[in-house]
């Protein structure tokens, strides 16, 4: 694969301050396919220097101009939809089809929203004797992860370019070669030289030298909490904006009148759609016990209808730590109904789509996130007994309900302790805030929520 060897800052791509480098592993024949700059606390300096400096212009740079620089963007997206869903096909192993439809086409659908938010956003308003105006917080230092490699990073760049700020991003080391491809997007779509800059790197260094540098004034993070956590205290000692989205375990609740055989096969897809690496996917079903034999069957019936046509993990840690849930669920008496242990390829970071049945609430396979394709049934006697095994993690990022009747569902979903719920399969809404009660976060990304993240208010009075 075709990789820089230099970071993107100030409108140009400049030589790594380091020569340490990452190696970029192609997850389904474990070979390295490129190898990008390991970014050092210089180059995150460079990078927050560029951003700050075009901070002035950009934030004063009419909305409309920057609502045209995003639609640009969302152009050359579309334009090289093919090149980016072959690159995250080859990084994070996702079969084709699935990049092209969810991890191109979401990004797309995403920045054009900005586009239209940037245009039509009230960044001014009148209270009484007083305007107030929504002022762009400053430079922003996005930190993403490897599971949705280009929507995490659309997620966080569009709005922020929206609202007048400028970005330095720093992508999971696992997919940097589409954070790359991201940043010529963003050179070609003709967005001012500084207003948006890329270090590739580790974590530990670039990551946290970007959460703890002073000119940098919000920081935006996806990824697990752990990490979450310190970046929160390190914004928080610095008095510094922070938005955190973080991990889930969310609770599909399929009440008694509910479509059973839909709902069971809609909850397994879901769970399966990008091997399970998705923070909001529904791991947890929740069946009523009347139903769940049933249900049982259906859902180890849909889980090996998969195979092996599920990609793979992302590396060999996430493969390691998804088979130790596997060998943690058995041996705390869980009943595998289907995949397990077994691997459904030799070579490649692959797991089978698993399905456990018998999964009692207090289990380490329950209440914790296990980020691989492995699904949970859970048995419920009535729904005060269903609502608190759902709110009973310390995460609450989704979650969907099932019913007959919409209205039963809506009625339980507003019990949920969670961001978000869909109700009877609803669809994606690229406009619809997206984020975290509990542990998952704080903070909303997506849409106007989304937008007034990057701002802050002023009040002038007359
Ligand atoms: P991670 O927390 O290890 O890494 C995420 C990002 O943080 C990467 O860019 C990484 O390099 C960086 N990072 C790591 N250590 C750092 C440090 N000390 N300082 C600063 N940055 C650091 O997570 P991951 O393994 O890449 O991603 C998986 C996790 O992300 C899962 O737990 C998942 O639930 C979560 N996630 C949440 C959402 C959401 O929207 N809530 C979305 C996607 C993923």
Request: net charge negative; proline share 5%; glycine share 10%.
């Amino acid at each position: 694969m075709k990789a820089h060897d230099g970071m993107y800052i100030d409108g140009a791509w400049r030589p790594a301050a380091g020569r340490d480098t990452i190696a970029v592993v192609n997850p389904v024949d474990e070979q390295v396919i490129a190898e990008v700059p390991a970014g050092t606390v210089e180059d995150v300096d460079a990078a927050v220097r560029a951003a700050r400096a075009a901070l002035p212009a950009w934030a004063a740079t009419a909305p409309a101009e920057r609502a045209a620089r995003i639609a640009a963007l969302r152009d050359v997206l579309v334009a090289r939809k093919d090149e980016i869903a072959e690159s995250v096909t080859a990084e994070l192993g996702a079969p084709l089809p699935f990049s092209q439809a969810v991890h191109a086409g979401v990004p797309i659908l995403v920045a054009g929203s900005y586009a239209e938010l940037a245009a039509s956003y009230a960044f001014e308003e009148k209270v009484g004797n007083s305007t107030v105006y929504a002022e762009p917080v400053g430079v922003v230092g996005a930190i993403t992860p490897w599971n949705y490699p280009l929507h995490q990073i659309v997620a966080k760049v569009a709005p922020a370019l929206a609202a007048g700020c400028t970005v330095v991003l720093k992508p999971a080391e696992d997919t940097p070669l589409t954070a790359q491809l991201f940043a010529e997007a963003v050179h070609e779509a003709g967005v001012p030289a500084g207003v948006f800059n890329l270090v590739t790197g580790l974590g530990p260094v670039a990551g946290q030298a970007l959460a703890e540098h002073e000119g940098v004034d919000l920081v935006s993070f996806t990824g697990s909490t752990a990490v979450g956590r310190r970046i929160g205290a390190t914004a928080g000692a610095a008095v510094k904006r922070v938005a955190l989205e973080l991990g889930g375990k969310s609770a599909n609740v399929i009440l008694p009148s509910a479509d059973l055989a839909k709902a069971v096969a809609v909850g397994v897809a879901n769970v399966m759609g990008n091997s399970g690496q998705t923070c909001s996917a529904w791991t947890r079903m929740l069946v009523h016990t009347s139903q769940y034999d049933e249900a049982v069957a259906l859902a180890a019936e849909a889980a090996a209808k998969y195979g092996d046509r599920i990609g793979p993990l992302v590396n060999a840690k996430q493969h390691a730590r998804v088979r130790g849930y596997i060998e943690q669920g058995v041996a705390q008496g869980a009943r595998l109904v289907a995949g397990g242990l077994e691997a459904p390829r030799e070579q490649g970071y692959f797991v089978s789509p698993t399905v456990f049945a018998d999964v009692t609430p207090e289990m380490t396979i329950a209440q914790e996130e296990i980020f691989g394709p492995v699904v949970s049934l859970i048995r419920y006697e009535d729904e005060d007994d269903a609502l608190r095994i759902a709110n009973g993690t310390v995460y609450g990022l989704a979650g969907a309900v099932w019913a007959g009747d919409e209205a039963e569902a809506v009625a339980f979903a507003r019990r949920m302790d969670t961001g978000q719920v869909d109700i009877n399969g609803g669809r994606f809404n690229p406009l619809a805030p997206f984020g975290g009660y509990k542990q998952s976060g704080v903070g909303r990304e997506l849409g106007s929520h989304g937008l007034a993240e990057y701002l802050q208010t002023k009040s002038l009075q007359f």
